[in-house]
């Protein structure tokens, strides 16, 4: 009766060799987010709440890319599963084009509307110097993490092909690697810079990331 519902061995091994580095990859994607809030916390508090609402905004960016990419993923692990290369290619063409596009949307928006979006966080009571200053430290940072959404976008088109291709173990490296590429430059970019320097760490680390995918 249990063997209805409960696959053999061979199932398990490949579902955990598939599943257990997208996890670590995924993990790791959001965890570059909190490494440059715990980093930047060491200048200043008011720093500090700049760039974890900055951060809350490029993750609603993040999920969209993450959407559509899953979306077509369907059709590319469908595709990939009888054998059809040219299915698979139009799927990865698909999401390549719908990444780039919300990134072009998500930039001209955060160009646009950056403080009008960074400002709904600091409406209510509290003082308005302090408003003040967390408005034009979100802004200086978003502006440099504006040069970080195409390469996300990029690598997520890659990477998501790839897991639904079977092969997972590339895009957990890179994200590995693109923690550690972070963590090194933020230790040294952030007493350098301030928070422009956890900014630039963290579009270096995703360039690292989306060059290690695509390769």
């Known amino acids: ?45 008011l720093p500090m709440s700049g760039v974890s609402i900055v951060n809350q905004l490029i993750f609603v960016f993040n999920l969209c890319i993450f959407g559509a990419s899953s979306g077509a993923g369907i059709f590319t692990a469908q595709f990939h599963g009888r054998g059809d290369a040219e299915g698979v290619r139009h799927t990865f063409r698909f999401k390549f084009l719908i990444c780039a596009a919300l990134s072009l949307g998500a930039g001209v928006l955060f160009f646009l509307c950056g403080d009008s979006l960074i400002g709904l966080y600091l409406t209510g009571e509290g003082d308005a ?28 088109a890659y990477a998501s092909t790839l897991k639904e291709s079977g092969e997972t173990f590339v ?45």
């Open 129 to 156: 110097a302090d408003a003040a200053s967390v408005l034009i430290y979100g802004r200086e940072y978003l502006t440099v993490m504006l040069w970080g959404l195409l390469p996300f976008a990029i690598c997520n």
């Open 171 to 215: 895009p957990m490296a890179a994200g590995v690697a693109a923690v550690a590429v972070n963590l090194v430059l933020n230790y040294v970019l952030i007493r350098a810079m301030g928070m422009t320097g956890a900014a630039l760490a963290t579009i270096i680390s995703q360039g690292v990331s989306c060059v290690w995918v695509v390769a």
């Open 1 to 45: 009766m249990l063997s209805r519902y409960v696959g053999d061995r061979a199932f398990y091994r490949r579902v955990f060799q598939v599943a257990i580095p997208i996890i670590i990859q995924v993990g790791i994607t959001n965890f570059v987010s909190l490494l440059d809030n715990i980093m930047v916390g060491q200048v200043g508090t």
